[in-house]
């Protein structure tokens, strides 16, 4: 059973919670290595198997939660759900691609000499667990990070199975200094060329992106000619109440904040993947920060076209990220943000 605590509470018991437990060693996901076709069950709970690339077909067993699966082929059916026509045809039957990721999983060369810096870097594997560090030799379970998600790097330690692990520095968490630690295996620096900015000598008045609600798509220009349009998930028609309305909101924004790495949700200390708590949301870019909406990358679904957001822009997250270097301002990469006035955003 999962629970959630209060970060007082945590603090209070973090450093009694494994003691006495032996530590069991980070899955490197071995048999999955450098293999290909590899999808995650990103769904909370579970995602049905279908006889048939259709919804009103016989359901063959569920997947579940953060299971892989290899992924035979795709296929485009004219079946339900009509939202999502993209399914995967795997072992058993048919799963529809909503609720999943595309994964692989590699293992990286550990780099010792960090400096004193902190690093971008990527989780290359399906997930990985991190664990806190209260006191010495203590560890404590936290956050799963999941494939693509991104977070800054700051030390080389011995782990708690006696492997190199780095350090995670999460900017929601800073306050408290509640670092949390990851196999450095699991991770891969991102090399600064991979950050610079595309079409940087094209005038940044030049460089505009609209948002259309109702077709759930987003395209980018420069001087009018289209240099990208793809499907995105904009946020969902929910009105909570004494909260801020999920709706999208509609107008003319521009692009205020640029982070590599997002700490999206709350802080709960948790590992309830119900929980709304999502550290290293990808390549992340606010053009409304009073209530936060951002273009950002999505591995927790692949539902574009269809709202599913609390009002941010979902993209996939290669998308994202190119997004994210084409917009200004140009972004540091040594730095978890870059503010300026930048890139023109329309959402109608």
């Known amino acids: 059973m999962h629970t959630t605590i209060s970060r007082r509470d945590f603090l209070k018991i973090g450093a009694l919670s494994l003691a006495g437990l032996a530590f069991k060693p980070a899955y490197n996901f071995g048999e999955l290595i450098d293999g ?26 569920q997947r579940y939660h953060d299971e892989i699966f290899h992924i035979y082929s795709e296929v485009i059916s004219d079946k ?147 240099v990208l349009k793809t499907k995105i998930s904009s946020g969902l028609n929910y009105h909570p109440v004494g909260e801020i309305s999920w709706n999208t909101q509609t107008g003319t924004f521009y692009v205020e904040d640029k982070m590599i790495s997002k700490h999206m949700g709350d802080w709960t200390l948790s590992t309830d993947p119900e929980t709304y708590t999502i550290p290293g949301v990808a390549w992340t870019s606010f053009f409304d920060w009073e209530i936060g909406v951002a273009f950002h990358g999505t591995h927790w679904h692949h539902n574009f076209g269809v709202p599913m957001s609390h009002g941010c822009i979902n993209m996939l997250t290669e998308e994202a990220k190119w997004l994210f270097r084409w917009l200004t301002p140009a972004a540091d990469p040594k730095k978890m943000s870059t503010l300026g006035h930048g890139t023109e955003v329309t959402v109608y």
């Open 80 to 226: 339900k759900p009509f939202t999502n026509p993209l399914w995967y045809k795997v072992w058993g039957g048919y799963i529809n691609s909503a609720y999943t990721q595309r994964v692989q999983a590699h293992l990286n060369p550990v780099v010792e000499s960090l400096g004193d810096t902190m690093h971008a870097a990527e989780i290359t594997v399906p997930f990985t667990q991190s664990y806190l560090q209260r006191q010495k030799g203590v560890w404590t379970q936290l956050y799963r990070l999941y494939y693509s998600t991104t977070h800054w790097v700051t030390q080389l330690v011995e782990g708690p199975d006696g492997e190199p692990w780095y350090r995670i520095k999460d900017e929601m968490l800073m306050e408290d200094s509640l670092d949390y630690y990851v196999p450095a295996q699991h991770v891969r620096l991102i090399p600064d060329n991979e950050m610079t900015p595309i079409s940087a000598s094209v005038p940044a008045n030049k460089k505009k992106v609209e948002v259309s609600l109702e077709k759930q798509e987003l395209t980018a220009t420069e001087d009018s000619v289209v």
């Open 36 to 61: 290909e076709n590899l999808a995650r069950v990103a769904a909370a709970e579970s995602i049905s198997v279908y006889s048939q690339p259709d919804e009103d077909s016989q359901i063959k067993f």
